[in-house]
Antibody, heavy 121, light 108 residues
């Protein structure tokens, strides 16, 4: 079955960096777009970034553009999010999710359990 | 601010029907998908596209769309349906995704 397992979260000081990873299994990773979504404590979901199956197409939310970098390693079936210049408002649970694209629109069928990033001094 | 607008909270009596709406200009040209999230859990896909229910989701859940408003309809709400519900779609540029602010559903 499809599994997505995030890791790399933790406590970091403002201005610091962190790299999140998402290990995928149970599907052909290189066939799918992948996304990062976050949720601040007690708040709603916020789309962060997505990357195409080959890695050639990438988009970011305005709130993280220029600070975060999404990447993937298809042979290793892994997705990454390099987060630099972290701010208190980046504190959130970060989820990776598999993006399916169809004639019936785009949808996020599979999600990981999330990893918590806390930015605090 | 979110480009998809949802009512923050909705309540429904047990066994009754409830409609959760999501409004946004981009919905005039892009399908919405709907996610259910219970406390401490990751979101779960409920409905996507033109009313496609994902595997394992009860048939009391359905979706509809009219103009720039998408709706998630629960016909005969159950206690276990109490959760936060989020809509998601592309934004007006078509290149970014956006979530609605979420609707907290209470089953009375």
């Amino acid at each position: 079955q499809v599994q997505l397992v995030e890791s790399g979260g933790g406590l970091v000081k403002p201005g610091g960096s962190l790299r999140l990873s998402c290990a995928a299994s149970g599907f052909t990773f290189s066939d799918y777009y992948m996304t990062w979504i976050r949720q601040a404590p007690g708040k709603g979901l916020e789309w962060v970034s997505y990357i195409s199956s080959s890695g050639s197409t990438i988009y970011y939310a305005d709130s993280v553009k220029g600070r975060f970098t999404i990447s993937r390693d298809n042979p290793k079936k892994s997705l990454y999010l390099q987060m630099n210049s972290l701010r208190a408002e980046d504190t959130a649970v970060y989820y990776c999710a598999r993006l399916s694209r169809s004639a019936n629109g785009d949808y996020l069928q599979h999600w990981g359990q999330g990893t918590l990033v806390t930015v605090s001094s | 601010s979110s480009e998809l607008t949802q009512d923050p909270a909705v309540s429904v009596a047990l066994g009754q029907t409830v409609r959760i709406t999501c409004q946004g200009d981009s919905l005039g040209s892009h399908y919405a998908s709907w996610y259910q999230q219970k406390p401490g859990q990751a979101p779960v896909l409920v409905i996507y596209g033109k009313n496609v229910r994902t595997l394992g989701i009860p048939d009391r859940f359905s979706g509809s769309s009219s103009g720039t408003t998408a709706s998630l309809i629960i016909t005969g709400a159950q206690a276990e349906d109490e959760a936060d519900y989020y809509c998601n779609s592309r934004d007006s540029s078509g290149y970014h995704w956006v979530f609605g602010g979420g609707t907290k559903l209470t089953v009375l």
